[in-house]
């Protein structure tokens, strides 16, 4: 495997942008409070956007900033504006999927660089060179190719980066593009507006003699718009032989969770510290739908999840680590899921102390008192481990049964 491929992240707000850079992410990607395709996710304003921006580059990271809506005539009047205000904060680059968002881009905008959105649809190596051709440095490629049209594409244009998506959330629609949202709902999902109508419950209805008569699914279920979830983790070697730069992480609207665990097991596989056994273990301990591979194999007919809308995952979220402690001291903790003294935690971290179990014995409160049952939400504990804690590392725990 390239030892240098890019692990890049979805970062949603400022919290999820710090959680991914601490789990291992080389660069995150995030939205703007205009032009994004993800406008339900809390996104960055201006002030948001160049702290962020800053953060990352003090660690040696990258941030992309989405632009990528399918733009109308009305939006180009700020569009300028806002691409040379990313260049003066100096982003490292810009996605964009029109090609007329793209001209503006590159006139008020020089130094920017510029990627070429998956919403472009690039499912070919004569589309990757046009893209390329116009300034592009960076195409994010279509979720729909194989790994040999990948290489294909590397081939034709050796000097392009090629992006590709190896986890996540995919789409009922070619490449995105959709108007389900648009019909049932009235927003709009190519201007960042979509309500997740494919994630829906749905029921089938005929029309009788006596008026609407039920016609269910069979056994399988009814979220028959509903897909399965990529996970790519076991093939990353041959996407980074086919000539992938840099693998994606689908998520700005998934918790910080979700994305230390899914950032975790993919930097730990290409650190070659995690078995893609242990990674397949570790990525269900997220919330999750079914995985496949989507098309990396050629054409496949089963990617939809008909059973319902996501599976819970084998581990719940228990608390956020605020102030680390060495190992036997108590580290000052969040609570987000409940939990009690007698209870087995275990830790995700991106150091040594990941997969270390405890059972809690000791924890209290900030003004010394000991608690019992951590239930108040968001309540600050002070807990004591045997495991050496970071700020940043997260407590989980196993559902019951599991």
């Not at 979830?229 to 693998?247: C, I, P, R, T, Y």
């Not at 975790?264 to 079914?290: I, P, Q, S, V």
């Not at 599976?311 to 680590?321: D, E, H, K």
């Amino acid at each position: 495997m390239k030892d240098k491929t890019e692990l890049l992240a979805p970062a949603g707000n400022f919290e999820k942008l710090k959680t991914a850079l601490y789990f291992g992410a080389d660069a995150v990607y995030l939205g703007g409070k205009s032009f994004s395709l993800r406008s339900f996710s809390d996104n960055f304003d201006r002030d948001e956007l160049k702290s962020a921006i800053d953060y990352a580059h003090a660690l040696g990271r990258k941030v992309y900033v989405t632009v990528n809506i399918f733009a109308r005539n009305k939006d180009f009047g700020a569009l300028a504006e806002y691409f040379a205000s990313l260049q003066s904060m100096q982003a490292d680059a810009a996605l964009v999927t029109d090609a007329g968002v793209l001209a503006v881009a590159k006139k008020a905008a020089p130094a920017l660089p510029l990627h070429i959105s998956t919403q472009a649809n690039t499912t070919n190596k004569y589309a990757a060179k046009f893209w390329q051709e116009q300034g592009a440095e960076r195409v994010v490629l279509a979720r729909e190719l194989s790994i040999s049209e990948i290489g294909e594409i590397k081939d034709f244009c050796p000097e392009l980066e090629l992006e590709a998506f190896v986890h996540g959330a995919m789409c009922i629609s070619y490449s995105g593009r959709c108007l389900l949202s648009n019909y049932l709902a009235g927003r709009d999902s190519n201007r960042g507006e979509c309500v997740q109508a494919c994630r829906w419950k749905y029921y089938l209805r005929a029309e009788g003699k006596d008026g609407e008569i039920s016609a269910e699914e069979d056994d399988r279920g009814t979220y028959i718009f509903n897909s399965k979830d990529l996970n790519m983790s076991a093939h990353l070697a041959e996407l980074a032989a086919a000539g992938v730069d840099s693998f994606k992480i689908e998520g700005r609207m998934k918790s910080a969770y979700y994305v230390a665990t899914v950032v975790n097991t993919y930097r730990r596989l290409l650190d070659g510290t995690m078995t893609e056994e242990d990674a397949a273990r570790e990525l269900d301990t997220a919330a999750h739908r079914d995985y496949t591979q989507a098309y990396a194999f050629g054409a496949n007919a089963n990617t939809v999840h008909y059973a319902d809308s996501q599976a819970a995952g084998t581990r719940i979220y228990a608390a956020n680590v605020l102030e680390g402690a060495p190992a036997g001291g108590a580290a000052l903790i969040e609570m987000r899921n409940r939990f009690r003294i007698g209870e087995e935690l275990e830790i995700l971290s991106p150091t040594g102390s990941f997969g270390g179990r405890f059972t809690v014995e000791e924890m209290r409160d900030e003004e010394g008192e000991i608690v019992l049952d951590a239930k108040r939400v968001q309540q600050k504990l002070r807990i004591f481990c045997p495991y050496e804690l970071c700020a940043g590392d997260l407590l989980r725990k196993r559902p019951k049964g599991v």
